[in-house]
């Protein structure tokens, strides 16, 4: 019966990882697209962080969830398993990881000096100074994972492939303290601390708009210009945030029991008959559905968003009924010019042309 549990375990994730891939990198290209290029009602510096993040949760989903989790369920031996891809992809992945984890971090403490000083919401507002910060947010994201390559060795490791024992070469952990130093610092940077200070913030923005409220009338806050659109943007915020934490959080905690717990070179991580490696792993498909939920989260809590979809899907309808009755009608001219039977419209012709003159010879002598 354990056996049974553990295949259909292995066949979730086999299944999982790429219809994720499948349907939330197309969901990606296309919520940037709309961000940018449709007018959705949001603000200029929650334009570029949301399509900057909409990106790289797009590269996050090719490095970790196409590339590196796809592949070793369905390939025996994936390209990265050899020098020098599998530090390369390390590199990658966190780098993908940082940069979609410090850009919530960062749109919040914005949204959160916006609400509290004029003078922030000046200097923010510009959509130069968020598209300069978001380029920073990559870079020294990508920059900080550099060590990320250094914590995996290629080495030969025996298999049981097909029921025959085979040597294949593996991208595996180092048993060093370094290694491990390196791990713990990058658990906190994209899991630990990001997530402290989004709940943190998200506190002050609740706290400022609650006194906000009581200080202000309904009248008085209606008249307030653009206070709307900012009330939008942080419902927006807010949601992505919840959906962050709610699903990065169970991966932080059991990575940090693996680590503590079980942080032995005997204990075997692919053996899903205990408890700690099934929660692992599905705590790991939590998290990476984090960055392939953008487009639903923004079609759930903001209108603008709703709306610019559903103008969208009305003039591909028009566009598509548009094709369809000129399709139509180009068939109704091409069987109204093709030549028809002679009797139906030759013949029909002459009889008219002939009678017509021999009524006006009858009646000419009447008329003289």
């Not at 990882?17 to 290029?37: E, K, Q, R």
């Not at 699903?247 to 029991?257: D, I, M, N, W």
């Not at 717990?261 to 792993?281: C, K, M, T």
């Amino acid at each position: 019966m354990e056996g049974i549990g553990v295949t259909i375990f292995v066949t979730v994730q086999k299944i999982y990882y790429p219809l994720l891939c499948v349907l939330g990198i197309p969901a990606n290209l296309f919520t940037f697209y709309m961000i940018c290029f449709r007018k959705c009602g949001m603000s200029h510096s929650a334009v570029v962080y949301l399509s900057c993040l909409a990106i790289v949760d797009t590269f996050y989903l090719v490095w970790v969830i196409l590339i590196d989790l796809t592949l070793t369920f369905w390939i025996v031996q994936p390209f990265w398993h050899s020098h020098p891809w599998c530090g390369i992809l390390g590199f990658l992945q966190y780098g993908s990881l940082y940069s979609s984890s410090w850009i919530v971090v960062v749109f919040t403490i914005e949204r959160f000096l916006v609400l509290s000083s004029t003078a922030a919401k000046r200097h923010f507002s510009q959509a130069g100074v968020t598209r300069l910060i978001c380029v920073a947010i990559v870079l020294v994201s990508h920059l900080a994972s550099v060590p990320m390559g250094w914590i995996n060795v290629v080495k030969p490791v025996n298999l049981t492939v097909d029921g025959e024992n085979v040597t294949l070469l593996r991208c595996r952990y180092r048993n060093q303290s370094y290694a491990t130093v390196i791990v713990w610092v990058a658990t906190f940077l994209s899991g630990g601390i990001p997530i402290a200070l989004v709940i943190v913030f998200n506190y002050l923005i609740g706290h400022n708009l609650c006194r906000a409220r009581n200080l202000f009338t309904k009248e008085e806050q209606r008249s307030m210009q653009g206070r709307g659109r900012l009330k939008r943007t942080v419902l927006l915020l807010g949601t992505v945030s919840a959906a962050f934490v709610a699903l990065s959080l169970p991966r932080f905690v059991t990575y940090c029991l693996l680590r503590t717990r079980h942080n032995q070179e005997s204990f075997n991580r692919n053996d899903y008959g205990l408890p700690i490696n099934v929660a692992g792993d599905a705590a790991n498909m939590l998290q990476n559905l984090n960055s392939a939920t953008n487009f639903l989260l923004y079609c759930g809590v903001s209108r603008g968003f709703r709306r610019e979809l559903l103008r969208l899907l009305a003039a591909k309808a028009r566009v598509r009924e548009l094709g369809s009755l000129l399709a139509h009608t180009t068939m109704r001219v091409f069987s109204v010019a093709s030549p028809g039977p002679p009797a139906t419209v030759v013949l029909t012709g002459l009889r008219l042309t002939e009678e017509t003159p021999a009524k006006a010879h009858a009646l000419q002598p009447e008329q003289l």
